[in-house]
């Protein structure tokens, strides 16, 4: 039997492929804003201190459904966003103190 060889031709076509999907990965990466990273960073850590403290599942979907009811708002309405995220942050530390059992989180309306 005879060993096939690869052409030069076959290596660089691989090579363009390589590049293509690697265009394409960079494209699906998501940049986020600084304000839309505060506000990951506090959902992450509400779940987390929830999760901690072993609250109920109810009050882990609250949390869930909360920010996911805010993710509706404008990215333009930055003053409503800040003031949301100072509240959220107050009810994170409450959260995290030892002596906190369970938390309603958000229980204050914004108008929104």
């Known amino acids: 039997t005879r060993a096939t060889r ?8 691989g ?12 494209q699906k990466i998501v940049r986020h804003s600084g304000l839309q990273k505060e506000v990951l ?8 201190t929830a999760q901690r403290k072993m609250l109920p599942s109810s009050s882990i979907e609250n949390i869930r459904r ?14 409503t966003i800040e003031a949301w995220l100072r509240q959220g942050r ?22 929104k």
Do not use: C
Request: positive net charge; charged residues 30%.
């Open 90 to 111: 107050s009810q994170l530390e409450l959260l995290q103190k030892p002596q906190t059992q369970n938390v309603t989180v958000f229980k204050v309306p914004i108008n």
């Open 15 to 26: 090579q363009r492929q390589n590049k293509q999907n690697k265009k394409m990965m960079l």
């Open 6 to 13: 690869h052409t030069g031709h076959d290596h660089r076509q």
């Open 66 to 79: 909360r920010f996911r009811q805010r993710a509706l708002w404008s990215p333009r309405d930055i003053e």
């Open 41 to 48: 960073k506090l959902y992450k850590e509400m779940l987390r």
